[in-house]
C-alpha cells in the first residue's frame, strides 16, 4: 500500500480541521466565513504563520502572540481528530471501486459531525445551516453509490421519528427540535437499519456512561441538561468508520 496516499489524507483533514474551527466560530457569531482569521479574544489578526494547523498551537505554546491570552484546546484537537478521522476512511475505503465517490461522502460527514459536536457541546445548539444542506448532499451521493431511493428515504425518516416520539412523550423537554433534523441525517447516511441502530446505541451507551460519571462526580444533578449532539456525532463517526466490523463481530456471537 502507498502510505503517502494517507499522508495526504491526514494533511487534508489537518486544514479541514483548521477551517472547520473557524467556521464553528463565524457560524455562532453569524459572521461571514470570508476574510481573515482573528482572535477571539483580542480580535486581532492572525498572521499565516499563526494559523498553521496543530504546529502554530504548540509553537506559540497554547496562547495568543497579540494578547498573550490562552488559546482554546478545542483548536488543536480538532484539527488532530478531522485528521485521523480522514486517514482512516481512507485506509476503510482504499480497496473500493468507488472510492473517490466514498472518500467525498465520508469526509463531507465526518467534517459536518464535527461541527456538530463542538458546536452542541459548546452551546447546546445544533448548527442547522450545516444540517440541512449536509442531509441533501450525502442523499445523493448515496444514490451515486447504488442505494435505493426508498431505503434511503426510509432510513431517514426512521431516524427523525425515533427523535421525534421522544420529543412528543417528553414533552419538548427531553431533547431539542435539532436532535430531529440529526435523527433525518443520521438514517440519510446510514440507509441499512443495522448501522443507524448501532449509532444510536453507542450514542446512547456513551452518553448514559458519561451521565453516570458526571452525576457520581457532582458535576450534573438529575435536572441537569446535558446535550445529546455531541454523543450522536460520535456515535456516527465509529460506525462510519468501523461500523461493518462491529456488526460482523456481534453476529459472530450470536
Not at 458526571?214 to 460520535?234: I, N, V
Request: net charge positive.
Amino acid at each position: 500500500m502507498d502510505y503517502s496516499f494517507v499522508v495526504l489524507s491526514a494533511l487534508m483533514g489537518l486544514l479541514i480541521g483548521s477551517f472547520l474551527n473557524c467556521l464553528i466560530w463565524r457560524l455562532y457569531k453569524n459572521e461571514t466565513i470570508s476574510g481573515r482569521s482573528y482572535c477571539p479574544k483580542c480580535s486581532n489578526m492572525i498572521a499565516w504563520y499563526d494559523n498553521i494547523p496543530l504546529f502554530s498551537f504548540l509553537i506559540l505554546r497554547g496562547r495568543c502572540r497579540h494578547c498573550h491570552k490562552k488559546i482554546s484546546w478545542q483548536y488543536p484537537l480538532v484539527e488532530f481528530a478531522t485528521s485521523l478521522l480522514f486517514a482512516l476512511a481512507f485506509l476503510k475505503n482504499i480497496s473500493s471501486p468507488d472510492l473517490g465517490i466514498l472518500l467525498a461522502r465520508d469526509w463531507l460527514i465526518i467534517a459536518s459531525l464535527m461541527i456538530v459536536f463542538v458546536y452542541d457541546l459548546r452551546w447546546q445548539l445544533v448548527p442547522m445551516l450545516i444540517v440541512w444542506p449536509v442531509t441533501g448532499v450525502v442523499f445523493i451521493l448515496n444514490l451515486l453509490l447504488g442505494f435505493s431511493w426508498q431505503s434511503i428515504v426510509l432510513s431517514g425518516l426512521l431516524g427523525a421519528a425515533f427523535f421525534l416520539i421522544q420529543y412528543i412523550v417528553t414533552k419538548k423537554r427531553g431533547l431539542g427540535e435539532g436532535d430531529i433534523w440529526l435523527g433525518l441525517l443520521l438514517g440519510i447516511v446510514f440507509p441499512t437499519v443495522g448501522e443507524l441502530a448501532l449509532s444510536l446505541c453507542l450514542a446512547y451507551f456513551t452518553g448514559a456512561l458519561i451521565g453516570i460519571f458526571l452525576l457520581s462526580s457532582h458535576k450534573k444533578e438529575w435536572k441537569s441538561k446535558m446535550a445529546l449532539g455531541p454523543f450522536l456525532a460520535y456515535g456516527a463517526i465509529i460506525t462510519l468508520i468501523y461500523g461493518q466490523k462491529i456488526i460482523t463481530w456481534y453476529l459472530s456471537l450470536l
